[in-house]
Nanobody
């Protein structure tokens, strides 16, 4: 049984930083895409950052230069370093894993097969 478990969310002031982690178990990643989505109340789930198994990354324009996605050596750990946080970054953040390459599925939530339970990030002004 595949499980993705996020941690590291919390409340920070504008300009602050947080580091999210995601631990994947029961999952043989291979060349599959992993990434982070977020969903704010009343809004659709949106893709934030994605990483191929070889380390190639993709970012939403809204987070470029502020967020950095990385993975552990065993590639079953995923991280999201979030700097210069803004109130509009407030959302539930979800770790997700696909069964395809990021070049094909990045930013498309319906193409991700596995999801974590989410971790809340709140940024106050």
């Amino acid at each position: 049984q595949v499980q993705l478990v996020e941690s590291g969310g919390g409340s920070v002031q504008s300009g602050g930083s947080l580091r999210l982690s995601c631990a994947a178990s029961g999952y043989t990643r291979g060349d599959d895409c992993m990434g982070w989505f977020r969903q704010a109340p009343g809004k659709e789930r949106e893709g934030v950052a994605f990483i191929e198994s070889d380390g190639v990354t993709k970012y939403a324009d809204s987070v470029k230069g502020r967020f950095s996605i990385s993975q552990g050596d065993a590639k079953n750990m995923l991280y999201l370093q979030m700097n210069s946080l803004k109130p509009e970054d407030t959302a539930m953040y979800y770790c997700a894993a696909a069964r395809w390459w990021c070049t094909t599925v990045a930013f498309v939530a319906r193409d991700f097969a596995y999801w974590g339970q989410g971790t809340q990030v709140t940024v106050s002004s």
